[in-house]
T-cell receptor, first 113, second 116 residues
Framework: DTEVTQTPKHLVMGMTNKKSLKCEQH?????MYWYKQKAKKPPELMFV???????INESVPSRFSPECPNSSLLNLHLHALQPEDSALYLC????????????FGQGTRLTVV | AQTVTQSQPEMSVQEAETVTLSCTYD???????LFWYKQPPSRQMILVIR??????QNATENRFSVNFQKAAKSFSLKISDSQLGDAAMYFC?????????????FGKGTRLHILP
């Protein structure tokens, strides 16, 4: 199984809503990532969980909060988002140390209204 | 800080022809990985090819090959016998080795159009 699975594929939410994006991998990878990608732009790293340690891109606002329940799951909790947060959110995983090739999920297309 | 530069925002190539996408990078590390990722309209980022910096031999995957020039910090992707399914955004990417908070740094991408 070389898949990274993201749910949902599409999400529309209001600015007062609370929602979560989910990401799962069963490759035994010890690093998982959240990226944000705007149209026609490269992915921008938001968070890294590597060996149970969280690294944060300090430009990411606090209305985004990651959660790593176990080494196979990575959630992204969303609260009080703004319309400019509308984007494709990509999850990825990698071994985290020796082999840094990242496997990506298909992404969640988020629209904030 | 490491940077990745793709100077060609868009390129077009005739089907069955060969095209080369350019990428340069900057790093002070001696060991690292370089990647080319493809992102078709389906949105999923797919790894096309990867190169370990300590290997002098250029990586090859079927119709895809790279020209890795470590001293010049250049990492171009050659696509031979272009097919319609190759149409996508291509991202060059860099990753350090053996760092627990390693992250992949992407270039801005090159959109490749295949002309039938």
């Amino acid at each position: 199984d070389t898949e990274v699975t993201q749910t949902p594929k599409h999400l529309v939410m209001g600015m007062t809503n609370k929602k979560s994006l989910k990401c799962e991998q069963h490759m035994g990878h010890r690093a998982m990532y959240w990226y944000k990608q705007k149209a026609k732009k490269p992915p921008e790293l938001m968070f890294v969980y590597s060996y149970e340690k969280l690294s944060i891109n300090e430009s990411v606002p606090s209305r985004f909060s990651p959660e790593c329940p176990n080494s196979s799951l990575l959630n992204l909790h969303l609260h009080a988002l703004q319309p400019e947060d509308s984007a494709l959110y990509l999850c990825a995983s990698s071994h985290g140390q020796v082999d840094t090739e990242a496997f990506f999920g298909q992404g969640t297309r988020l629209t904030v209204v | 800080a490491q940077t990745v530069t793709q100077s060609q925002p868009e390129m077009s190539v005739q089907e069955a022809e060969t095209v080369t996408l350019s990428c340069t990078y900057d790093t002070s590390e001696s060991d690292y990985y370089l990647f080319w990722y493809k992102q078709p309209p389906s949105r999923q980022m797919i790894l096309v090819i990867r190169q370990e910096a300590y290997k002098q031999q250029n990586a090859t995957e079927n119709r895809f090959s790279v020209n890795f020039q470590k001293a010049a910090k250049s990492f171009s992707l050659k696509i031979s016998d272009s097919q319609l399914g190759d149409a996508a955004m291509y991202f060059c990417a860099y990753s350090a080795v053996l760092k627990r908070d390693d992250k992949i740094i992407f270039g801005k991408g090159t959109r490749l159009h295949i002309l039938p």
